[in-house]
C-alpha cells in the first residue's frame, strides 16, 4: 500500500504561481507512474498531468499544456506539480495519484488506472 500526501497549496491571485509537491511511502516510488487530479465543487474530478516512472515522457491536459509543470525527484520519494499563471477556474482540490508501472514510459491519464490515491490540497485562485 501506497500512502502519497500532498503539500503546497494555498490561497494565490489570478496569475499566480504555486508549487504542489506529493511525498510517497510505502512503496518503491522508482516504480510508480505519477499524476495529478483536482477537483472542483459539484465538478468530477479530472485529469491535470501524469509522468512516468523514469520522469519522462510527461503528458498534460490541454488546459494547462504550457503553464504547468510535472516533475518527480525519485531521490526523495516525490512529485511536483509547477503551477503558473493560474485562473480563478482553476480553483479546486488537487490529488496525486500513483500506480506501479512495468513499463518504464507509461504514463496513466484516467483516474481508474491509478491504485493509490493521497487526501488531497486545496487551491484557490482568487480573481
Known amino acids: 500500500q501506497a500512502q502519497l500526501v500532498e503539500s503546497g497549496g494555498g490561497l494565490v491571485q489570478a496569475g499566480a504561481s504555486l508549487t504542489l509537491s506529493c511525498a510517497a511511502s510505502g512503496r518503491t516510488f522508482s516504480n510508480l507512474a505519477m499524476g495529478w487530479f483536482r477537483q472542483a465543487p459539484g465538478t468530477e474530478r479530472e485529469f491535470v498531468a501524469a509522468i512516468s516512472k523514469r520522469g519522462s515522457p510527461t503528458y498534460y491536459t490541454d488546459s494547462v499544456e504550457g503553464r504547468f509543470t510535472i516533475s518527480r525527484a525519485n531521490a526523495k520519494n516525490t512529485v511536483y506539480l509547477q503551477m503558473n499563471s493560474l485562473k480563478p477556474k482553476e480553483t479546486a482540490v488537487y490529488y496525486c495519484?500513483?500506480?506501479?508501472?512495468?513499463?518504464?514510459?507509461?504514463?496513466?491519464?484516467?483516474?481508474?488506472?491509478?491504485?493509490?490515491w493521497g487526501r488531497g490540497t486545496q487551491v484557490t485562485v482568487s480573481s
Open positions: 495519484a500513483a500506480r506501479e508501472s512495468y513499463g518504464s514510459s507509461y504514463y496513466y491519464t484516467e483516474g481508474n488506472q491509478y491504485n493509490y
